[in-house]
């Protein structure tokens, strides 16, 4: 499936992952935003490469690139590769993951984003 045609957010994952589920916290976060996103899988492993690709195939110039180890970025596909804008674990707690998603679609809408806690 290819989304050349449609503004949305793509989101790259490693293909190295077995089971997406863990992430859905992710994309509620963009879908409480009202914005679209397309998911594919790829054979890298880094989030921060996956990230950047997505960006640089996404039509609003945003990807979210989840890596083999847990890590997600959000990336701008005006940053350089190496500097995503948003990182983080999954360890890092599902309420942040949502705020992640939502943060992804802010950036698009231009409003401020959600703060992240250690709070669960």
Not at 31 to 41: A, K, N, R, S, T
Not at 94 to 115: C, D, M
């Amino acid at each position: 499936m290819n989304n050349v045609d449609k503004p949305t957010i793509n989101i790259y994952y490693s293909s190295q992952i077995k089971d997406k589920t863990i992430y859905d916290q992710l994309l509620w976060g963009i879908e409480e935003e009202g914005l679209p996103y397309y998911i594919e899988w790829k054979p890298l492993e880094s989030a921060v490469e996956l990230g950047y690709r997505a960006a640089e195939d996404s039509r609003l110039d945003v990807g979210i690139g989840v890596g083999k180890d847990g890590n997600i970025v959000v990336h701008y596909q005006k940053l350089s590769k190496g500097e995503p804008l948003f990182s983080l674990n999954i360890k890092d707690g599902y309420h942040n993951l949502r705020k992640l998603g939502a943060n992804a679609a802010r950036l698009i809408k231009g409003i401020p984003f959600k703060l992240f806690s250690d709070d669960v």
